[in-house]
């Protein structure tokens, strides 16, 4: 389960290395960690609006409901979706990964090793923290918000070493790979090949304390200055 995000970069560095404009730039905020836990937007390029970035509150809604965010996470969590899971529910899903897929911009995420039977928290970014795009679903809500799901797999992400409770891993795609994942003249299953063979980045892996994970203004200033404090050197036992 990946519920943590991070979104460091400016809104410069994401219009320039996405050569994607935000439609409504001013909402863009810098976060050093989104917690999915608490409702939260996400910017996304959706396969409706391919050549914009846009907002979407990250944990997939079905499209009738009106409820309140809370109270479905708590029955169901729609924060990430195994894309090999054969029985999603179809009330929440629908048609979303034939018609409704989309990018989640964000330029880090978290995961956690067990060592000694404790757990490690990583941070998990490329170098320079770029920013770049998990492949996800989305769907739209009867008030007109987006709300979206990141999507997992068991594909490597191409470094042999990425600390991880399980085997899967975000899946995340090039620019290259882009159009074809948001053109809907595929459906999902002829994109299956591209899924499991897309060009894959090289990601650099941090363990970093557990006072920084908790702390989002002591975790801002260490990606900042580009130092991390390591709990111990595990990185790679």
């Known amino acids: ?10 809104l410069f560095d994401v219009e320039n290395e996405l050569n994607t404009k935000f439609r ?9 960690i989104i917690n999915g836990k608490y409702e939260s937007n996400l910017p996304v390029i959706t396969s409706e609006d391919p050549n914009s970035i846009n907002y979407a509150i990250w944990g997939l809604l079905p499209p009738s409901y009106d409820g309140d965010w809370e109270d479905f996470q708590e029955i169901t969590n729609t924060l990430n979706t195994y894309i090999t899971y054969n029985q999603l529910n179809e009330e929440i899903y629908a048609d979303s990964f034939d018609k ?17 039977g ?12 770029k920013p770049f795009c998990i492949a996800g679903v989305y769907n739209k809500i009867e008030d007109g918000f987006l709300t979206c799901s990141l999507l997992v797999t068991n594909s490597e992400l191409g470094s042999k070493y990425l600390p991880n409770m399980g085997i899967q891993k975000p899946l995340i795609f090039k620019k290259k790979d882009f159009s074809t994942w948001l053109n809907t003249s595929y459906n999902f299953e002829q994109l299956k090949p591209l899924i499991a063979n ?11 304390e557990h006072d920084f994970y908790k702390n989002s203004k002591v975790f801002k200033q260490i990606t900042e200055s580009h130092h991390y404090k390591s709990v111990m050197r595990i990185a790679h036992q």
């Open 118 to 129: 404790k757990l490690y928290p990583h941070h998990i970014h490329l170098k320079a923290h």
């Open 24 to 32: 409504y730039p001013k909402l863009y905020e810098q976060k050093s």
């Open 1 to 10: 389960m990946f519920y943590k995000l991070c979104r460091t970069s400016s």
């Open 198 to 208: 897309h060009d894959r980045y090289e990601f650099i892996s941090h363990p970093i």
């Open 100 to 116: 409704r897929r989309c990018l989640l911009v964000v330029n880090g995420f978290f995961t956690a090793k067990l060592h000694k």
